[in-house]
């Protein structure tokens, strides 16, 4: 299918929402497919966390949903994620989470405010990140990003180079790294997605005997508003669905991850 024409029937399945039981309509039918898809898997439905993705919504939206229950929301991009932090400080049980790739210097941002960081994919980033939580006295549950698609323009490290990354790790005292995330390839098409997540998986296993003590690799972070149940039946920890809880997004995907086609 055409990226245009997909986009166009995201849009139709995923209203917008604009009231706190939009909200908690979205939130129920999002956590009975996790359930459903654990049912299927034979999996606890306790074992897959639901991370919000709140990006390009703004603040007041941001309240509704949690208003609606959410305490954690998940942002793309370290300045839109930051502006919100500090607008929304009253909200003491809020955290954030930064999904997407960052560069060293916003590195500064993310120390100051989130609780997580799932794109860890470069030395460089961990040792700017590291600098800065060491400055602020915070430490950052982290992820390594990895690109299971093969695409060019994903960010994250080929699977081929994340053993000896996840070596230099222990290094980085205020970055606890708590496993990998990763994006499937962009497409409705269950039989190219699958693979993806399988990959990400059958790594994290493979890994897991030879990591560092103090590496942890128990999350796997895969599985967005379309394709989060293919992910759960691979073995998804934490989720991450943005459109299927707030409505479809205006801003094409190609922004937070370049296609390198038009
Ligand atoms: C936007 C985004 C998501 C959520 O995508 P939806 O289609 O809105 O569910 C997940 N992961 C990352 C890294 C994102 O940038």
Wanted: a neutral charge; charged letters at 25%.
């Amino acid at each position: 299918m055409q990226q245009s024409s997909l986009r166009h029937e995201l849009h139709n399945r995923w209203p917008q929402a604009e009231t706190v039981s939009d909200f908690e309509h979205n939130l129920k039918a999002v956590h009975a497919r996790i359930a459903a898809a654990c049912e299927r898997a034979g999996r606890d439905p306790a074992g897959v966390r639901l991370l919000p993705i709140s990006k390009t919504k703004p603040e007041p939206t941001l309240r509704m949903a949690y208003a609606a229950g959410c305490r954690y929301f998940g942002e793309n991009k370290p300045q839109e994620a930051y502006r919100k932090w500090e607008a929304m400080q009253d909200l003491s049980d809020l955290r954030w989470s930064v999904v997407g790739h960052l560069q060293t210097n916003k590195a500064k941002l993310v120390a100051r405010f989130a609780t997580e960081f799932q794109a860890l994919d470069s030395l460089r980033v961990a040792e700017a990140l590291e600098r800065r939580l060491q400055m602020e006295g915070r430490s950052l549950d982290v992820l390594v990003q990895v690109n299971t698609s093969g695409e060019e323009s994903k960010f994250g490290l080929p699977p081929d180079n994340v053993a000896a990354f996840l070596r230099e790790l222990p290094a980085f005292s205020a970055l606890r790294v708590r496993g990998l995330m990763t994006l499937a390839v962009f497409s409705s098409d269950a039989q190219q997605v699958r693979p993806c997540f399988v990959r990400l998986r059958e790594l994290r296993d493979r890994l897991r005997q030879e990591a560092p003590a103090d590496v942890s690799l128990e999350e796997l972070s895969m599985g967005m508003s379309g394709d989060f149940e293919i992910a759960i039946e691979e073995g998804a920890t934490i989720v991450r669905v943005g459109q299927a809880i707030f409505g479809a997004r205006a801003t094409p995907d190609s922004h937070y991850w370049p296609s390198g086609e038009k």
